[in-house]
């Protein structure tokens, strides 16, 4: 039987079917971090992107995550600066606690936001974090991955005024959010979505996060799949000019610590609170997508291009 020869056209849409799965998943590497990077916004913490554990939701690895007692380790990213809250459509990420963790059953990464709760006024200053903790409406377990759906959990405000709508202990849905405020949204001015890790949460904590998506209005949604070895630092460290907001998060395993947490007597989930996680600590620009986006590698946006011209010539050669 002859075999006959690729065509060009042939080689080409051979290429671009290939390279379709890259598109769909921004595939974030310490060479090509995609305005990814890890903060230690208290010490002692750090973080890392690293192979595994066990099969990670996407890919072969994930955000790796370690904290002390009183540290506090955010991944994050200025991408979304300026979206309103109001145009998001899909949120969904996993966390698994390492089975080895000292931290409480109940602890995972936690997504947040930095938040302008009226994105059309002229206060651009910081007003905090919107912070979504699983164990507000799921049951964490360890050593095991769990995906989270936000949209239908709970959210928390660490500072006015979210904070006298959605406190720690009353926490807020989505739409309990967007109806308390229409206009709300990631800070424009050096606003970041961020995972983290630490609130205190007094024992400390070893776990992992991967394939965090959000999805906009009128635009397809957006996985990031944490992938390879190595550190992403930030340019600077943010700083702990809002800290105070962490005092929410003085979570001991026992649960009766959480200042602000009192009034969730029947709630287990604040023992090693990741609702502590305040996260309001640092607000400070430290990760601009000029400093930390790669263009080089499998992740960059030149390298399915690169491909289809490698195939074009492979296929011209053989013609």
Request: net charge negative.
């Amino acid at each position: 039987m002859k075999v006959r020869p690729l065509t060009v056209r042939t080689a080409a849409l051979l290429v671009m079917a290939w390279s379709l799965p890259a598109q769909a998943d921004t595939v974030v590497t310490p060479q090509a971090p995609h305005g990814w990077c890890f903060a230690e916004e208290v010490e002692a913490g750090e973080g890392s992107l690293v192979v595994g554990p066990e099969t990670p939701p996407s890919g072969a690895g994930s955000a790796s995550f370690v904290v002390d007692g009183a540290g506090r380790v955010i991944l994050r990213n200025e991408s979304l600066a300026g979206t309103r809250l109001d145009k998001v459509t899909a949120l969904e990420y996993s966390t698994r606690q390492d089975p080895k963790s000292p931290g409480s059953d109940i602890l995972a990464v936690s997504l947040q936001f930095d938040v302008d709760y009226d994105l059309t006024d002229a206060d651009g200053e910081w007003q905090g974090r919107l912070v979504y903790e699983p164990y507000y409406t799921e049951e964490p377990e360890k050593g095991v991955w769990q995906t989270w759906a936000p949209l239908t959990g709970e959210w928390w405000a660490s500072e006015e005024p979210g904070s006298a709508t959605c406190p720690i202990s009353d926490a807020c849905t989505w739409a309990g959010v967007l109806e308390a405020f229409p206009d709300a949204g990631i800070r424009a001015s050096s606003g970041a979505v961020l995972l983290k890790a630490g609130g205190p949460w007094t024992a400390g904590f070893v776990g992992h996060a991967d394939a965090l998506t959000v999805g906009l209005e009128a635009q397809d949604p957006t996985t990031w799949d944490f992938e390879g070895e190595g550190a992403i630092d930030c340019p600077e460290e943010p700083g702990d000019d809002d800290d105070s907001a962490d005092d929410d998060d003085s979570a001991d395993d026992d649960d009766s610590a959480d200042d602000d947490d009192s009034a969730d007597d029947d709630d287990a989930a604040d023992d090693d609170d990741g609702a502590g996680d305040d996260d309001s600590a640092g607000e400070g620009p430290v990760c601009s997508t000029e400093d930390c986006v790669s263009t080089v590698g499998p992740g960059s946006s030149g390298w399915p291009a690169l491909l289809l011209l490698l195939g074009l010539a492979w296929a011209r050669r053989r013609s």
